[in-house]
């Protein structure tokens, strides 16, 4: 028993540095650029700018304002759930405003004799080794980049879903630990291991 509420007083330690975390990102006012629109609606939030449009909807008790040029979130409650989500929320809608107006991307690299990548229309074909070509359709609002054959850009204005897309595609060869080879991220440190020693005999 002792053991197990040590357990549970550690999680909700937890918790509540993780809400006061983000509670103080929260805080932060959101600058909204030029050329970007936002519309709220109750918790619902709509933003639409050059790259195209998103929306999200926030906790009930999730207040979103907008001052002039400015986005201000704040919450009507001072639990932990609020404030982990207070700073959530703040975070997940700044990402929206840089989509629309920026965008995102994330870089993957392809390492190996023979690996590269090439675009088939908007379809991303992959030869890694295998016996046979890797066919990958990009997610809704995803564009691919080929730029030379082991570089591959993943553009869209969906953070979550640009990582999400990017780590679909390394999984289809991760980097293996021995010789570098697979599809990493741009910058990925990947651990490496030395290889076995060729057994010797003695005469």
Same mark, same amino acid.
């Given at each position: 028993m002792e053991k197990k509420n040590r357990?549970?007083?550690?999680?909700l330690c937890l918790v509540i540095i993780g809400g006061e975390k983000m509670s103080r990102i929260g805080k932060m006012p959101i600058l909204?650029?030029?050329g970007v629109s936002v519309?709220?609606?109750?918790?619902?939030?709509?933003?639409?700018?050059? #790259?195209?449009?998103?929306?999200?909807?926030?906790?009930?008790?999730?207040?979103i304002v907008q001052d002039n040029s400015e986005l201000i979130?704040?919450?009507?409650?001072?639990?932990?759930?609020?404030?982990a989500y207070h700073g959530l929320s703040r975070s997940l809608i700044a990402n929206m405003i840089q989509g629309v107006s920026i965008g995102f991307s994330k870089t993957l690299k392809i390492i190996g004799t023979g690996y590269r990548a090439q675009l088939t229309g908007n379809k991303l074909v992959l030869n890694l080794g295998f016996s046979h070509q890797v066919e990958i359709e990009p997610l809704e609002g995803i564009?691919?980049?080929?730029?030379?054959?082991?570089t591959i850009n993943v553009i869209g204005i969906? #953070?979550?879903?640009?990582?999400?897309?990017?780590a679909?595609?390394?999984? #289809?060869?991760?980097?293996?630990?021995?010789?570098?080879?697979g599809v990493r991220y741009e910058n990925e440190y990947v651990r490496r #291991?030395?290889?076995k020693a060729k057994a010797t005999t003695g005469e």
């Open positions: 357990w549970r007083n550690t999680w909204i650029p030029e519309d709220i609606q109750d918790a619902l939030v709509h933003v639409k700018g050059p #790259k195209g449009e998103l929306s999200y909807q926030a906790l009930s008790d999730i207040n979130i704040s919450r009507q409650s001072n639990d932990a759930k609020s404030r564009t691919f980049e080929v730029p030379d054959q082991t969906n #953070k979550q879903v640009v990582g999400q897309q990017a679909v595609i390394r999984d #289809k060869r991760p980097p293996e630990p021995y010789g570098g080879k #291991k030395a290889g």
